[in-house]
């Protein structure tokens, strides 16, 4: 955390394997004029043998964690387990096409995420998970080519301060957690609502999931994608 101009900001660190600062962007100014962290200026590789050291060999040599790191392997049996009635939930729907023709069926609408390419049906041709319908319990595939978007909107927006946005293509937007740079120009709304547009298309833009909004290695801000 860095304070520039009486702001508070949270920088990627210059690893960028092991960089958490994509999770940070809802922490306030008070929090982080508060925050501290202890192991920001380390590499990973030096918390492990600094583990070692002190005597915490299992923990100095526990595997990264990948994915949702709180449950083991798949998400979906967990998903199911936390449900007190799943069958309520989660039960079998439509494969639909982007005109509304049944495709074939699937086991129920929480199992699937935007951006989905594996264990949907068997077709002829590639498709991908392009839009997840709860109401209806319908699940859209699409081409991988029908899976591009120039703007979408983002809701309970938390910004380091609206004045460092401009009306130009000048922060990067982020909506995946490793490597991905955007130009991006943010409209900010009513009721913590914003418009972002993009300088080029991204495929897989997910409902629910985070816009993290950088400038040189500074996070200004993000919200989740409505």
Not at 14 to 28: M, N, R, Y
Not at 39 to 49: E, Y
Not at 52 to 79: H, I
Not at 108 to 121: C, D, H
């Amino acid at each position: 955390i860095i304070r520039e101009d009486d702001h508070y900001f949270v920088v990627e660190w210059k690893h960028p394997d092991k960089d958490q600062s994509f999770f940070l962007w809802g922490l306030t100014q008070a929090q982080l004029s508060r925050i501290v962290f202890p192991l920001g200026q380390f590499h990973k590789t030096q918390v492990r043998a600094m583990a070692m050291e002190r005597g915490y060999k299992k923990v100095s040599e526990k595997k990264d964690s990948l994915g949702a790191c709180f449950c083991s392997g798949d998400y979906r049996p967990f998903l199911k387990r936390q449900l007190e009635d799943p069958d309520r939930f989660i039960f079998p729907g439509n494969f639909i096409d982007e005109e509304g023709t049944v495709l074939g069926h699937h086991e129920g609408f929480p199992l699937y995420t935007v951006g989905q390419r594996r264990g949907l049906m068997h077709l002829n041709r590639k498709v991908f998970v392009k839009e997840i319908r709860p109401p209806s319990n319908e699940v859209i595939l699409a081409p991988l080519a029908n899976m591009y978007k120039t703007e979408f909107l983002i809701r309970d927006v938390n910004v380091v301060d609206q004045s460092l946005f401009t009306s130009d293509f000048d922060v990067n937007c982020r909506i995946r957690y490793r490597k991905q740079n955007t130009l991006s120009h943010v409209i900010f709304l009513e009721n913590g609502i914003a418009k972002v547009e993009l300088a080029e298309p991204l495929e897989s833009i997910a409902p629910g999931q985070t816009a993290v909004f950088y400038r040189e290695g500074r996070i200004l801000g993000g919200g989740f994608i409505e």
